[in-house]
Every structure is written in structure tokens, then in C-alpha cells.
């Protein structure tokens, strides 16, 4: 079979990544899971069919280190890539801005923005190298739109990301690379749904109907889509 490709997932076996690296290799196309460990690489294995798992391959990567970044896009130089997927992120909050320590507003810049900017700027380099129409997808967050109480440090870094990818999709778009990012509301992943067992779970989005989304934007469907932060929120959508 020949080679379609491959994409570049950080995250990719997390409660959100596993939903989108299921999708993306159902596509025929090959997975580079960026990971810091790999722990959870080989659990993820054994649940695909032996064609997929072959076509899943593990890079460790810490999102926030400039240099390893950088050498871990430069390995896939000489590749046919077919998208950046960053998914890595964090939360840090729960407290009112009077009580918020200074190191949940750095830990929330270096998870949120600073990889976000590493991965970002890494892609852009690989991907302007490419033929065709490649993109790259980031994880924002409704939050991070409107704001929220006792979320200051967590909406601030995603507000951030979302003015980042605006502003690389203006920077990119002539040279055929899209970027955009989706908003979820609360996700229900098996770690949401263990912390908050008595919330409405009927509310939440899904991981695998963000990796819908996120399949959409990678695909020649959304060749003319680029800058949109796309909310998905589902039945617990409210307007600003």
C-alpha cells in the first residue's frame, strides 16, 4: 500500500487524542503520536487492528523545550506531512483572581501558549516546505472567549492561542497553510467524567465529536477555511 502520509499529533494518547488519532489513521494515512512518555502508546496499539497500529509510531517530545521541538519537526523533513494536530494543553484554576498564585498564570502560559507557539512556529517552517494544502489545528477553549469565574489564568493563555492562530493563519494563508483551532466546552473524557460524576454528562461534547471537527479542518473539505476558531459546544452552547 502506498504511503499517504502522515500526520503529527501531540497528545495523541489522551483523552482527547485517542478519539482524533483513531480518525486520522482510519484515513489510511500514518500517526506520529509526539509524546512526552509514550506511556500510553503501547495500550493504544493493542486496541487498533494490526494495520493501524503498524501505521502509529511514537516520537517523544516535551512541547515546551524550543530546541527539541525543533528537532523533532526537522526529523520529518524529508516526509510527506500531512498536518500539525496539537492537542497538549492544561487547567489550572478554581480560585478567584485575589487568591490566584503567580505560578498557575506561568504554568498556564508555558502548557498553553508557549507550546502552542513552539508547535506552531515548528509547523509553519515544515509544512511551507510541503507541496499541496497542509493545516495545523489547536485546542482552544469557549472559556477562553468570554472569560469565566475563577478561570483567569486558563482563559487569559487560551484567549492567547486563539489571537495566535488568527494571526499565523493571516501569516501563512499565501504560502498554503491553514490553521485553526476548535473551542470545546467541557470534554468527557474518562478523567472529566471520573472528577464530576454528578454533572450532566448529557451537556458535554465528546472527544470523538472534536475529532469530527478536527477531520474536517484537516481535510480538502476545508481547503478555503483558515483563522476560524470554531466552538463546539453542543447542547450547552449559550451566545456571548
Request: a negative charge; aromatic letters at 4%.
Given at each position: 500500500?502506498?504511503?499517504?502520509?502522515?500526520?503529527?499529533?501531540?497528545?495523541?494518547?489522551?483523552?482527547?487524542?485517542?478519539?482524533?488519532?483513531?480518525?486520522?489513521?482510519?484515513?489510511?494515512?500514518?500517526?506520529?503520536?509526539?509524546?512526552?512518555?509514550?506511556?500510553?502508546?503501547?495500550?493504544?496499539?493493542?486496541?487498533?487492528?494490526?494495520?493501524?497500529?503498524?501505521?502509529?509510531?511514537?516520537?517523544?517530545?516535551?512541547?515546551?523545550?524550543?530546541?527539541?521541538?525543533?528537532?523533532?519537526?526537522?526529523?520529518?523533513?524529508?516526509?510527506k506531512v500531512l498536518g500539525v494536530v496539537h492537542l497538549v494543553g492544561g487547567y489550572a484554576g478554581g480560585t478567584p483572581i485575589d487568591?490566584t498564585p503567580l505560578s498557575d498564570l506561568q504554568r498556564m502560559i508555558a502548557l498553553n501558549l508557549t507550546s502552542a507557539f513552539l508547535?506552531?512556529?515548528?509547523?509553519?517552517?515544515?509544512?511551507?516546505?510541503?507541496?499541496?494544502?497542509?493545516?495545523?489545528?489547536?485546542?482552544?477553549?469557549?472559556?477562553?472567549?468570554?472569560?469565566?469565574?475563577?478561570?483567569?489564568?486558563?482563559?487569559?493563555?487560551?484567549?492567547?492561542?486563539?489571537?495566535?492562530?488568527?494571526?499565523?493563519?493571516?501569516?501563512?494563508?499565501?504560502?498554503?497553510?491553514?490553521?485553526?483551532?476548535?473551542?470545546?466546552?467541557?470534554?468527557?473524557?474518562?478523567?472529566?467524567?471520573?472528577?464530576?460524576?454528578?454533572?450532566?454528562?448529557?451537556?458535554?461534547?465528546?472527544?470523538?465529536?472534536?475529532?469530527?471537527?478536527?477531520?474536517?479542518?484537516?481535510?480538502?473539505?476545508?481547503?478555503?477555511v483558515t483563522g476560524a476558531c470554531m466552538e463546539i459546544a453542543g447542547k450547552s452552547y449559550q451566545p456571548d
Amino acid at each position: 500500500m502506498s504511503d499517504k502520509g502522515i500526520y503529527l499529533v501531540t497528545g495523541a494518547t489522551g483523552g482527547l487524542g485517542q478519539g482524533v488519532t483513531r480518525r486520522l489513521l482510519a484515513t489510511g494515512a500514518r500517526v506520529a503520536a509526539l509524546e512526552r512518555s509514550g506511556k500510553g502508546l503501547d495500550a493504544m496499539r493493542a486496541s487498533l487492528d494490526a494495520d493501524a497500529a503498524e501505521r502509529l509510531e511514537c516520537h517523544k517530545i516535551d512541547v515546551t523545550d524550543e530546541e527539541i521541538v525543533a528537532k523533532v519537526f526537522a526529523d520529518y523533513s524529508d516526509q510527506k506531512v500531512l498536518g500539525v494536530v496539537h492537542l497538549v494543553g492544561g487547567y489550572a484554576g478554581g480560585t478567584p483572581i485575589d487568591q490566584t498564585p503567580l505560578s498557575d498564570l506561568q504554568r498556564m502560559i508555558a502548557l498553553n501558549l508557549t507550546s502552542a507557539f513552539l508547535i506552531m512556529r515548528a509547523g509553519a517552517r515544515l509544512l511551507t516546505e510541503q507541496d499541496g494544502s497542509q493545516a495545523m489545528i489547536f485546542v482552544g477553549s469557549v472559556t477562553g472567549r468570554s472569560g469565566g469565574k475563577d478561570h483567569g489564568p486558563y482563559a487569559a493563555t487560551k484567549a492567547a492561542v486563539h489571537s495566535l492562530v488568527r494571526s499565523a493563519a493571516a501569516d501563512l494563508a499565501e504560502r498554503g497553510v491553514r490553521v485553526n483551532a476548535v473551542l470545546p466546552t467541557m470534554i468527557a473524557t474518562e478523567a472529566n467524567l471520573a472528577m464530576m460524576p454528578d454533572a450532566d454528562h448529557s451537556m458535554w461534547v465528546t472527544p470523538d465529536a472534536i475529532g469530527a471537527t478536527i477531520e474536517y479542518l484537516l481535510s480538502d473539505g476545508a481547503q478555503s477555511v483558515t483563522g476560524a476558531c470554531m466552538e463546539i459546544a453542543g447542547k450547552s452552547y449559550q451566545p456571548d
